[in-house]
């Protein structure tokens, strides 16, 4: 009834127990090295979307317009193309180079327009305050009685021209978007004040140089009107034939194309009168007169 244990079965049994168990342990150890894999897997496949995300991103867009500037001359026929490049409208401009370009419009606008109501309250001032002593000389013969081209005699109090500035390209640009000169494309049209009927006079071509002067002996007034010490050395006015002849046919003359480097203000209002220079009575212009000297460095 009661056997004796069999010592050899006993080691059967625990061999195929430790198989079972071995087998076990290989399983699960199976398991999680497919998980650890599919995880590796599934990582990659996350890294390389973002890599072809990026990619697309980069290359896109794929199509894009290109401007081109198409520029034919006038009188040869020759065209020119150009592409355009940079964010257009949004381009950055320096502050030497605005500053530059706001004194150069100004005075080119004060100096090309005519208004014997208006001018004597600013532009005659801003015209001698920021010229050298040649350029002004220059504006003093254009307004003086003995010239029959005299804008006073010509228009009088009822017309006015009025000056609208269709191009500046500065001339000499240096490494911090500073520029030495500037050549501007001007658009003259005569008003009847009386009517309001504005025509075309001409267009013309203006280039200048100018530099900054820091011992300008200036008045308050003035000091607003120029701040920097901006002084037109050289000064040129030229007929703008690609935009037409004007109708009438008269070409204007030029005020002439000056190199004086000697810079000081004009004399003062008494002098103009003594000069010869036409004015009406309500245009009582005065000059620059010494004030203390400024030192600035554009």
Request: proline content about 5%.
């Amino acid at each position: 009834m009661f056997r004796r244990k069999d010592p050899s079965r006993k080691g059967q049994v625990d061999k195929a127990v430790a198989k079972a168990v071995s087998y076990e342990i290989t399983v699960a150890d199976l398991a999680r090295r497919s998980e650890r894999r599919a995880w590796q897997v599934a990582g990659a496949a996350v890294l390389m979307s973002l890599a072809l995300a990026g990619g697309y991103y980069y290359v896109l867009p794929l199509k894009e317009k290109v401007p081109f500037l198409v520029m034919a001359d006038a009188y040869t026929g020759t065209a020119t193309v150009a592409r355009l490049s940079g964010t257009l409208g949004m381009a950055r401009v320096g502050r030497n180079e605005a500053v530059n370009r706001s004194n150069v419009a100004q005075y080119v606008l004060a100096r090309e327009s005519y208004d014997a109501a208006v001018m004597g309250l600013r532009d005659w001032n801003l015209v001698f305050t920021m010229s050298s002593s040649g350029v002004a000389a220059t504006h003093r013969q254009r307004y003086a009685a003995t010239n029959p081209n005299n804008p006073i005699a010509v228009y009088g109090k009822e017309r006015a021209i009025r000056v609208r500035i269709l191009s500046l390209t500065p001339l000499g640009v240096g490494a911090d978007g500073s520029f030495k000169g500037a050549s501007v494309r001007i658009q003259r049209t005569l008003l009847d004040k009386r009517t309001g009927v504005q025509r075309l006079l001409d267009n013309q071509i203006v280039t200048l140089r100018f530099t900054y002067r820091g011992d300008l002996a200036l008045s308050e007034h003035d000091r607003v009107l120029n701040p920097l010490g901006f002084q037109v050395t050289e000064y040129r006015v030229d007929t703008d034939y690609a935009r037409g002849v004007p109708a009438d046919g008269n070409v204007p003359a030029g005020d002439g194309h000056e190199t004086e480097d000697v810079l000081m203000p004009p004399s003062g209002a008494g002098s103009e009168a003594a000069a010869g220079i036409a004015q009406p009575a309500d245009l009582a212009p005065t000059d620059p007169t010494p004030a203390t000297a400024l030192t600035v460095n554009p």
